[in-house]
């Protein structure tokens, strides 16, 4: 058993080591000496400064929305009719960035409004870029507090009614530390998203240094192009230092994140009086009307933009044209998915105890998980260039694999940590009853895993799908090989070649892998509802 755990742990290592081997020419092209120097580089400072705080206060405000959002459809069950058709709530985040920035277009790119923000200073672009955040995450954030609301003890819940617990009870009670663990993974999910945001900012309003609209992203990309002129080996030096120096200041970032919320979390959680405008009972103030309401008007919201958009232009397009990216997409898509499956499963086994449910001791794991996605983008695409200098490169087939495993290294947190929730409702009993038993790796990996989340897996690989088609970085910057959905759209929504018609084409590619997404995921709560019916 302990040698078969090893094997496990040994496999969950490698597959991180390989993604380290991956950046190796980062790692060891970093040079601390000129931090220093970089710190003391206005331009720099203040737009790091600028983007931190916009991701911290982007953060709180997204997960404050999700759990607020989440007590508000509390009265709603979750295999009601409005429960299982809240998924569509889901569409937003698989949409990705560029899409939603064409929406907005659409809906409002000739509006005073939005020539009053683009025209203004940078607070109300970023006061713009929250309210976008909250249309793509919010919603998001919102049905992952409600169904984690939803498991809580009925025993604990029947307890709180028969005392008569006022809603502020409840809240600190109850809701908050079932919670807990749900609060600082999303807020680290949203910190690090908000933290390295580029295309939604730089479509909307063409960001610039004189403008001081630039995020940190941004200025890494504009800084690398810029000094690629001069001399290749500086450019990629300073953005090997300048993403080393953002990779440590976003970990101290996302550790005061943590202290900011653990502080709020224990401090209410631990408060002896009641206030009276909260003494209040909870059935009064989120009634089963309200959370109905409240469904129906998130649902409308994470819809409407969408249906709305398509008043905008003349539906006629051909989009023969994207059967290359979409291959390609379709390839990097199976490799992201396979290795986010490979990881959960050995992660799993490997770590039965820890990785058993949703607790402090699996969120330490998931927050590492969530470390790698605070290397910069710009850094993996760098890093492969390197890659081809060192090997040597004659085709274009290298270059392929390289944009390959950057997505790959992109996806695997968000992915391996989804996997990973998924793999929870594998028991410990039932892997030491494998065990007991002696059924081999493959028959255990077959039964256990593959065969019981065929549907969860497909929803995965409609997510990665969504991942890698709208991911900006890589796309952008490897567009002279593979023509990819963001570069494209991008010349259709910017610049004199501007075709929205044209460019709706890619929209609804996206809105139909979202529109799947969400069918996919009611049809895995209809068969966990059935599947319930025959326990009882």
């Not at 006629?316 to 291959?327: A, E, T």
């Not at 694999?401 to 793999?423: A, E, K, M, Y």
């Not at 019981?452 to 490897?478: G, T």
Request: proline share 2%.
């Amino acid at each position: 058993m302990l040698k078969s755990l090893n094997i496990w742990k040994v496999c969950t290592i490698g597959l991180l080591l390989v993604a380290l081997l991956v950046l190796y020419p980062f790692l060891s092209g970093i040079r601390f000496l000129g931090v220093s120097e970089l710190l003391n580089n206005i331009s720099f400072k203040s737009t790091l400064q600028t983007t931190l705080l916009n991701a911290t206060i982007s953060a709180i405000i997204l997960v404050v929305f999700g759990f607020w959002g989440a007590l508000a459809l509390l009265k709603i069950p979750m295999f009601s009719i409005t429960g299982k058709n809240l998924g569509v709530l889901i569409i937003p985040i698989t949409l990705g960035n560029i899409s939603i920035a064409f929406i907005c277009k659409l809906l409002l790119g000739e509006t005073s409004f939005f020539a009053t923000i683009a025209q203004g200073g940078p607070v109300g672009k970023l006061s713009f870029l929250l309210l976008l955040e909250l249309y793509q995450y919010g919603f998001l954030f919102v049905y992952l507090f409600w169904m984690q609301l939803q498991n809580i003890n009925y025993d604990k819940l029947n307890f709180a009614t028969a005392t008569r617990f006022s809603f502020f009870q409840k809240l600190k009670d109850i809701y908050i530390p079932h919670t807990r663990n749900l609060w600082l993974l999303l807020a680290s999910m949203a910190f690090v998203f908000t933290l390295y945001e580029e295309s939604k900012i730089a479509y909307l309003f063409k960001v610039s240094q004189g403008t001081n609209s630039e995020l940190i992203t941004n200025w890494l990309t504009r800084t690398y192009q810029t000094n690629l002129l001069v001399s290749p080996d500086f450019a990629r030096n300073l953005i090997f230092n300048a993403s080393a120096t953002v990779f440590v200041v976003a970990i101290l970032g996302l550790i005061l994140l943590f202290l900011i919320l653990y502080y709020f979390i224990k401090k209410l959680t631990r408060l002896k009086f009641y206030p009276r405008f909260l003494r209040t009972s909870n059935n009064y103030i989120f009634s089963k009307r309200i959370s109905y309401f409240f469904g129906l008007v998130f649902s409308l919201t994470a819809i409407t933009p969408i249906v709305f958009s398509f008043t905008k232009i003349n539906i006629s397009f051909n989009i023969s044209h994207l059967g290359f990216p979409l291959l390609m997409t379709f390839i990097a898509t199976v490799v992201s998915a396979l290795m986010a499956i490979l990881l959960g499963i050995t992660a799993r086994l490997g770590w039965k105890q820890m990785l058993s449910s949703f607790s402090q001791q699996s969120l330490l794991f998931f927050i590492l998980l969530f470390v790698l996605l605070l290397v910069p983008p710009l850094v993996l695409l760098i890093t492969g260039y390197k890659w081809m200098s060192l090997i040597g490169y004659s085709s274009f087939t290298l270059i392929y694999v390289i944009w390959i495993v950057g997505h790959v290294l992109l996806t695997l947190p968000v992915l391996g940590s989804f996997v990973l929730f998924n793999h929870f409702r594998v028991g410990n009993n039932e892997l030491d009853y494998l065990q007991v038993y002696k059924l081999g790796k493959r028959e255990t990996i077959r039964y256990s895993f593959l065969k019981r989340f065929k549907a969860e897996y497909l929803l995965l690989f409609v997510i990665c799908y969504s991942f890698v088609w709208n991911e900006a970085v890589l796309n952008n910057l490897f567009s002279d090989f593979i023509p990819s959905f963001v570069s494209g759209m991008k010349m259709l929504i910017t610049g004199r070649g501007v075709d929205y018609d044209k460019a709706f084409g890619y929209l609804l590619t996206s809105f139909a892998v979202a529109s799947l997404s969400a069918g996919i995921w009611r049809f895995i709560i209809e068969r966990a509802h059935k599947q319930e019916r025959k326990e009882l």
